[in-house]
């Protein structure tokens, strides 16, 4: 195998291999040579001589780095990300057989982990993976991202405030109006999105943050669950600490596939994840602050306000007032709007009796009660952020009709 330092590139490789042992680099050597590609680029070092390599080369389209002399995986492919060129596809080898890594490592980006011994019929096929991958990704680039998706995400400033009641109507509603809508439940463990249509989650979303990448068409035709034939919920019910953090940039990733395939994508986002996983606000068009009118709210409003504005500056934000008349306003609706200083776009009133027939049924309260308050004040909202006052007059609108009796 030849050393890394002693070649030095002036252009963008199609690959480079970084490999621990001289078998596997024999192995490989054929299945690079039948692709037409520079057996030269294939080195030793494993996935140290990579990062040091990198470090003084410009980064290649496909790498395949050896794991086995690593004492942290991780810590080394995140070395490796640093630097590494976005949309870089990485093979990694190593001896480890072990699904916790396996999952680590693609949450982390990797395309794909092979354990050794290697077999030629095995590499070929991954490098084979790993070139459509980079022709897909190019291929991407090249059209460019859709922009006509509507990408709502939506966070309480506070847990039990009602945003994911308030997620799945609006959801509810945009299906309603003929609009291929997706939910995304990013509560891992305790979400509720599927049960307030009586369905079970599956595991959708578990399988999606393992590689992001992979989300298409096809996969979203097995993820998901539909209470309605334009809705698509994707979720999960994680056991306890049974899942890790997505990794960087997963999320943003997985919304984005979704607006590929959907006319909109409504997030349910934990306000936890907001510090967190600030990726999933830059892909957001529209963000929707839900809250009350306590004294603590006004307090996080503030906070996640200036959040928002830092880290999603283009998306357009709308604060809505959830559960009101439940209890005595704790501010004043005046002083708790100059406090955060943004308006209230829409107030939803507490309708204790429309929320518990669509409990009992199994279903939202846009379809259980279209005609009471609360399910009017989820349309305005639907209204405001749209900037379409015609939403709900349609005729071919069931819920729409309803309204007009």
Not at 273 to 289: C, P, R
Request: net charge negative; glycine share 8%; aromatic share 6%.
């Amino acid at each position: 195998m030849a050393s890394a330092s002693a070649v030095k590139l002036d252009q963008r490789e199609t690959y480079a291999a970084f490999i621990c042992d001289e078998l596997s680099s024999q192995i490989l050597h054929p299945v690079i040579t039948e692709r037409g590609w520079d057996p030269d680029m294939i080195f030793s070092g494993g996935v140290a001589g990579a990062v040091r390599a990198l470090g003084g080369m410009p980064c290649p389209e496909f790498l395949i780095v050896d794991l086995s002399d690593s004492e942290d995986p991780r810590a080394d492919m995140q070395s490796l990300a640093d630097v590494c060129e976005p949309g870089t596809v990485v093979l990694a080898l190593g001896t480890l057989n072990d699904v916790t890594l396996y999952r680590d490592l693609l949450h982390a980006g990797v395309h794909d982990y092979l354990v050794k011994p290697l077999t030629a019929e095995v590499l070929h096929s991954a490098v084979v993976a790993a070139e459509n991958a980079i022709f897909v990704e190019e291929e991407v680039e090249e059209q460019g991202p859709k922009t006509d998706a509507r990408q709502i995400v939506c966070v309480g400033v506070r847990g039990g405030i009602g945003a994911s009641t308030l997620v799945a109507n609006m959801a509810w509603l945009f299906a309603d109006q003929g609009k291929k809508t997706a939910l995304l439940d990013l509560d891992l463990f305790f979400g509720t999105s599927a049960m307030q249509f009586d369905l079970e989650p599956g595991r959708g979303l578990s399988d999606a943050l393992d590689n992001p990448r992979r989300v298409d068409g096809l996969f979203l035709e097995r993820a998901v669950v539909k209470p309605h034939e334009k809705l698509s919920i994707l979720g999960c019910e994680a056991p306890i600490g049974g899942m890790s953090d997505p990794a960087d940039g997963a999320l943003e990733q997985l919304v984005d596939a979704l607006g590929e395939n959907f006319d909109c994508v409504v997030v349910d986002v934990p306000r936890q994840l907001m510090g967190s996983h600030v990726d999933v606000l830059k892909s957001a068009t529209d963000i929707i602050v839900v809250t009350d009118f306590s004294l603590t709210s006004a307090r996080d409003c503030i906070r996640l306000l200036a959040h928002i504005k830092q880290i999603a500056p283009s998306a357009d934000v709308y604060v809505a007032a959830n559960k009101v008349g439940m209890v005595p306003n704790e501010v004043d609706e005046k002083d708790f709007e100059n406090s955060i200083e943004h308006a209230v776009d829409v107030k939803v009133p507490f309708d204790v009796k429309a929320m518990m027939a669509a409990t009992q049924k199994g279903v939202v309260i846009c379809e259980e009660a279209p005609r009471s308050k609360i399910s009017d004040a989820y349309l305005t909202l639907l209204r405001t952020v749209t900037s379409d006052d015609t939403i709900g007059d349609s005729k071919k609108s069931w819920f729409g009709k309803l309204l007009g009796k």
